[in-house]
C-alpha cells in the first residue's frame, strides 16, 4: 500500500496542544500528514510546530487564494488527502460543517472532499450534551462523518465530564481504519483474515469485594488488536477488566473470570485464522467463593485454590487450522522452559515476556520479548513502545500464515 495521505485540522480548543502528538503518531504509522488551522488554533498551537513536525507547510486562510499554477489550495488539498480528521473538533467547527458554512480553509476543504471524515470532538461536557450538539453530530454522521469521543475525565474547566478529546493515539488509530478502509471496503495486508486476541488480567472472586488478579494493564493486547485491524483483518478482542479504549475497527467482548474468558475465546476460535493469547489468565481460582465480605474480625481466612482452565492448550482441538500464539509472563529467561511450554501448549509461537523489570511488561508503555517457534530458532525484539512492538508481532504472524498456505499449496500439488 502507498503511503495514506491525511489532512489534519486543527481547531481552537485547549486540546489543539494534543494535535501535535496525533501528527506524531500518524507520521509513526506511515502516513504523510498536512495540516490546517482555523483562526483561532494558532492561539494553541503554533503553524511552526506542526510544520516542523510535518514536513509541510501548513494551511492557514489561503482558501481565498491561487497557488500560482491557477489552482485554489483548498480543492488540492482536497484532492490529495485520502482521509480528513480534525482534532480538537470543536461545537463550532461541527456547526459550521453541519450547516454547509465555508468561512476559512479549513471549511471549504471539507465541502469539497469526498472521502472519509474523522471528528475527535473536545469541549465542555454541557457543551457536548445541548441539543444543538447533538442535532449536529446526528447530521454529520447521517452523512457519514465519523467521530471517536469524545471521553470522559478531567476537563480544561477542571470539571469532569464527557467532552474530553480522545487520545492522540487513539485517534491515530481511528484515522489508519479510515485511511486505508476509504471509509467503505478494507483493504490491507490482512484483509479478509480474521484474527481473535485476547487481552488484559482476569479477576477470580474471593467474596463480592476481592478477588486474585494480576498486574496486567491489556496494553500489549491491545496494540496487537489495533495493529491488526489497522492491516484490515476482522478483529476479535477479548478483554478482562481494564480501562482501556477499544480500537478502531475492532469488536470488543469484556470479560471478568477466566471461564468466561475461556468461553469467549471457544466460542469465535472456529472462525479465526490467527489466534493470540496476550491475556494473563489466572492459574489459580478459590475453590469456594464467599456469598458475603469476609469480615477481618473474624480472623485471616484460609483460602482453598483450584486450577483455572488452561485456554490456550485447549485451543488446538478447538481451532485445528488457527496459527496459534501464546504469551508467557515470566520473571526469568528459560529457553529450556520456554521450548517445554511451547511444545505443550501446542502452540506456533510463544511470546516471552519478561515482567521482573518495571520498564517493560506489566503496566508499562515499553515491551521486549523473545519468541520462540516450531521451526527456527528464538528471535528476540529489543525494547520499543507496545504500539510499535505490536507491528513487529503482526508482520511476524502475517508472514508465517502466508508461509503455511504456500506450503499447503506445494504440498497439494
Not at 486474585?212 to 494493564?217: D, E
Not at 485464522?273 to 489459580?284: G, H, Q, S, W, Y
Amino acid at each position: 500500500m502507498s503511503r495514506p495521505r491525511v489532512l489534519l485540522g486543527v481547531t481552537g480548543g485547549i486540546a489543539a496542544y494534543k494535535s501535535t502528538d496525533v501528527v506524531r503518531r500518524l507520521i509513526e504509522r506511515g502516513c504523510e500528514v498536512k495540516c490546517a488551522l482555523t483562526r483561532s488554533a494558532g492561539s494553541f498551537v503554533t503553524p511552526l510546530s506542526l510544520e516542523v513536525l510535518s514536513g509541510h507547510a501548513v494551511y492557514e486562510q489561503e482558501y481565498l487564494t491561487a497557488n500560482g499554477r491557477g489552482e485554489e489550495s483548498h480543492i488540492v488539498a482536497a484532492q490529495w488527502a485520502d482521509a480528513v480528521c480534525v482534532a480538537p473538533a470543536t461545537a463550532h467547527l461541527m456547526a459550521r460543517l453541519a450547516l454547509g458554512l465555508a468561512d476559512d480553509f479549513l471549511t471549504t476543504t471539507l465541502l469539497a472532499f469526498t472521502g472519509p471524515v474523522l471528528l475527535a470532538p473536545a469541549m465542555h461536557s454541557d457543551m457536548w450534551s445541548h441539543a444543538a450538539t447533538a442535532a449536529h453530530v446526528e447530521t454529520l454522521s447521517n452523512r457519514g462523518v465519523h467521530f471517536v469521543g469524545p471521553e470522559e475525565g478531567p476537563l480544561a474547566s477542571g470539571e469532569v465530564g464527557v467532552g474530553r478529546m480522545s487520545e492522540p493515539v487513539d485517534v491515530a488509530e481511528a484515522v489508519m481504519r479510515l485511511a486505508v478502509s476509504g471509509g467503505a471496503g478494507v483493504t490491507g495486508a490482512l484483509a479478509g483474515r480474521r484474527v481473535l486476541i485476547s487481552a488484559g488480567p482476569t479477576h477470580e472472586p474471593i467474596d463480592p469485594v476481592r478477588y486474585l488478579g494480576n498486574r496486567s494493564s491489556g496494553k500489549m493486547g491491545f496494540a496487537l488488536a489495533a495493529e491488526a485491524a489497522r492491516q484490515g483483518a476482522s478483529t476479535t478482542l477479548v478483554a478482562g477488566p481494564v480501562a482501556l479504549p477499544t480500537p478502531a475497527g475492532v469488536e470488543r467482548i469484556d470479560v471478568t473470570t477466566a471461564f468466561e474468558m475461556r468461553d469467549a475465546v471457544y466460542r469465535h476460535a472456529g472462525e479465526a485464522e490467527l489466534i493470540v493469547m496476550t491475556a494473563a489468565v489466572a492459574d489459580f481460582r478459590p475453590s469456594s467463593p464467599a456469598g458475603g465480605k469476609i469480615k477481618r474480625a473474624r480472623g485471616v481466612p484460609t483460602l482453598e485454590l483450584e486450577e483455572n482452565p488452561d485456554i490456550l492448550a485447549g485451543l488446538p482441538e478447538v481451532a485445528p487450522r488457527a496459527l496459534l500464539v501464546g504469551f508467557a509472563a515470566e520473571t526469568e529467561p528459560s529457553v529450556e522452559e520456554a521450548t517445554a511450554k511451547l511444545a505443550r501448549k501446542g502452540a506456533d509461537f510463544l511470546i516471552w515476556n519478561d515482567v521482573s523489570r518495571s520498564d517493560i511488561g506489566f503496566g508499562a508503555e515499553n515491551n521486549e520479548v523473545t519468541v520462540y517457534s516450531r521451526s527456527g530458532e528464538p528471535s528476540h525484539l529489543e525494547r520499543r513502545p507496545k504500539e510499535e512492538l505490536a507491528v513487529a508481532l503482526i508482520d511476524l504472524f502475517r508472514d508465517a500464515l502466508e508461509d503455511r498456505e504456500r506450503s499447503a499449496v506445494g504440498t497439494a500439488g
